[in-house]
């Protein structure tokens, strides 16, 4: 039973290109979210994603940042024109249930560098 | 906002002494999750506790969750060099909200 997968491991991109982050959540799980880790601080939250629907997008920037889950495929985190401070980690978790559940999964990161 | 305060940021110990790590809130959570991350990886969850007061042992690791649903503690028992790690505790906001409020983290080194 796979976990979840995220890819690719490790990015590099020049401020103003495109960024695509994908997660393939584990089997049977519908709930998907994204958070982001920045050096020496905890993870935020940045969206909560069903199956071709955002649920919650609260945690995400307005502008260049954008989120899917479609009903075929993995969930994808998009950042257009990165800029230096987009650089982090972006962890992507899933779940059967949702938090309330209290099984939810995180995969083992993106790393995205901006230079 | 709720927030959970994490202490202490930095812990380094020798093998074989105990430890606990404290996750701190004004804010009630429905449930608290402890992870455990290594360099370069993903968060990997060690326990949910649900219930006030609950306490949890998972080897020589002991969970507790604050009578108030607050705050949560970590106690290690006779650390060894493989427990070194970055400890992080996440609660899930009552009122229905899916978005998890992680902590800061506890950086803890056992040196054997």
């Known amino acids: 039973n796979a976990g979840v997968m995220q890819n690719p491991r490790h990015l590099v991109r020049r401020r103003g290109q495109e960024a695509r982050l994908r997660c393939s959540p584990m089997k049977g799980h519908s709930h998907v979210y994204w958070y982001r880790q920045l050096p020496e601080e905890g993870l935020k939250f940045m969206v909560y994603l069903q199956k071709e629907n955002i649920i919650d997008e609260s945690g995400m920037p307005k502008e260049r940042f954008s989120a899917e889950f479609p009903k075929e495929g993995p969930s994808i985190l998009r950042i257009q024109q990165v800029v230096r401070g987009d650089s982090a980690a972006y962890f992507c978790?899933?779940?059967?249930?949702?938090?309330?559940?209290?099984?939810?999964?995180f995969g083992e990161g993106s790393w995205l560098t901006v230079v | 906002t709720q927030l959970l305060e994490q202490s202490p940021q930095f812990l380094s110990i020798q093998e074989g002494e105990n430890l606990t790590v404290y996750c701190n809130s004004s804010s009630v959570f429905s449930s608290l999750q402890w992870y455990r991350q290594e360099p370069g990886e993903g968060p990997v969850l060690l326990v949910t506790?649900?219930?006030?007061?609950e306490v949890k042992k998972l080897k020589r690791l002991t969970f507790q969750f604050g009578d108030a649903r607050k705050d949560s503690s970590l106690h290690i028992t006779a650390a060894q060099p493989g427990d070194t790690g970055l400890y992080l505790c996440?609660?899930?906001?009552?009122?229905?909200?899916?978005?998890?409020?992680f902590g800061k983290g506890t950086k803890l080194t056992v040196n054997p």
């Open positions: 506790v649900v219930t006030g007061g």
């Open positions: 996440a609660g899930a906001p009552s009122g229905g909200s899916e978005k998890l409020v």
């Open positions: 978790a899933s779940s059967p249930t949702g938090v309330y559940g209290n099984t939810i999964y």
